[in-house]
């Protein structure tokens, strides 16, 4: 079983910044992608950043020059920097990760969720 926790939400005026991590633990073999999702209420959960393991990274479009993913393979941790924060960027984040457990299955885990709330 693999286990994925966040940190790092809060309150941030418009403008701020905002450092989340994630932690993965548990039968972890190899992790090959790792990302950040957000959901806003009423809205459908969507894609933030990736980054694979190769270190590729890709970023939605409304974040792109904002946002800023990176890993830390050895303790598997992704983090996801914010700068330039917009009320629009109000939502729970969640972090994903997918790869292979030591019983060689594969996986995809969420962490909990944090929230992340821009506003003046």
């Known amino acids: 079983q693999v286990q994925l926790v966040e940190s790092g939400g809060g309150l941030v005026q418009p403008g701020g910044s905002l450092r989340l991590s994630c932690a993965a633990s548990?039968?972890?073999?190899?992790?090959?992608?790792m990302g950040w999702y957000r959901q806003a209420s009423g809205k459908q959960r969507e894609l933030v950043a990736a980054?694979?393991?190769?270190?590729?990274?890709n970023y939605a479009d409304s974040v792109k020059g904002r946002f800023t993913i990176s890993r830390d393979n050895g303790k598997n941790m992704v983090y996801l920097e914010m700068s330039r924060l917009k009320p629009e960027d109000t939502a729970v984040y969640y972090c994903?990760?997918?790869?292979?457990?030591?019983?060689?299955?594969?996986?995809?885990?969420w962490g909990q969720g944090t929230q992340v709330t821009v506003s003046s």
């Open positions: 994903n990760a997918g790869g292979r457990s030591t019983s060689f299955q594969d996986f995809s885990a």
């Open positions: 548990g039968s972890i073999f190899s992790i090959n992608a």
């Open positions: 980054v694979n393991s190769g270190g590729r990274k």
